[in-house]
């Protein structure tokens, strides 16, 4: 019998967790280890979200420097970053309450894949998931849409029957891509104005509203 009730693929920072301070931190270490200055925390925010090799490029101009870069940001990540976050109020009882209800859930983050599980095995609804889809180490799965495509696979799904639940135009673009159901959620980095822009038809402004869009 077929899985009645969709699968939810939950974007990780923005969306699960308030991420702000440890992605902001490790891209100014790494910065300041490229020999940069490190911009305003209003700009480094803009960094949450994007692959890293994506905003590192263009103030770098050097693959080998990108990848240098990452490095730096990887090193600090690994001992102090993936911890320095917060859940957001009401997301622990909105996972629970979608996976009491019958949906499968899994992560699908831009976050390199041996950092997204670490996170997800210290949440304290981390052991919902059925799958953590991540980045590849050395990039060459990134992006949204490869990402949601190795989640389809994994899980032997077909997109008409998922969900995809982030807070960035990336989340959104790439569930779009495979033609894909998507929720926007208000209280990560992205906002109304960038989820409208790219295509979100439904938009959540707590976590609490998560279990009635679906249900509709």
């Not at 994506?54 to 102090?80: C, G, K």
């Not at 029957?161 to 960035?168: F, H, L, T």
């Amino acid at each position: 019998m077929p899985h009645s009730k969709p699968t939810l693929f939950f974007d990780m920072d923005g969306t699960l967790i308030d991420s702000a301070v440890g992605i902001t931190r490790c891209v100014a270490h790494a910065l300041l280890r490229m020999g940069l200055k490190v911009p305003p925390d209003a700009e480094l925010r803009r960094w949450i979200g994007p692959s890293l090799r994506t905003s590192f490029a263009p103030l770098l101009h050097d693959a080998a420097r990108v990848e240098q870069a990452v490095e730096h940001y990887r090193d600090r990540f690994e001992t102090h970053g993936w911890a320095e976050h917060e859940l957001y109020d009401g997301i622990d009882a909105a996972v629970r309450t979608l996976h009491a209800a019958g949906h499968r859930l899994a992560v699908v983050t831009a976050k390199n894949e041996p950092h997204a599980r670490k996170i997800a095995a210290h949440l304290p609804f981390g052991h919902l998931f059925e799958d953590v889809i991540g980045a590849t180490p050395d990039g060459s799965r990134s992006h949204k849409p490869e990402l949601i495509e190795e989640a389809l696979r994994r899980l032997a799904l077909p997109p008409e029957r998922c969900v995809m639940i982030g807070d960035r135009h990336m989340d959104i673009e790439g569930a779009r891509h495979h033609g894909m159901r998507n929720i926007g959620v208000l209280w990560g980095f992205g906002g109304e104005v960038e989820l409208r822009a790219a295509g979100a038809v439904q938009l959540a402004s707590l976590p609490a509203q998560l279990p009635e869009l679906l249900a509709a």
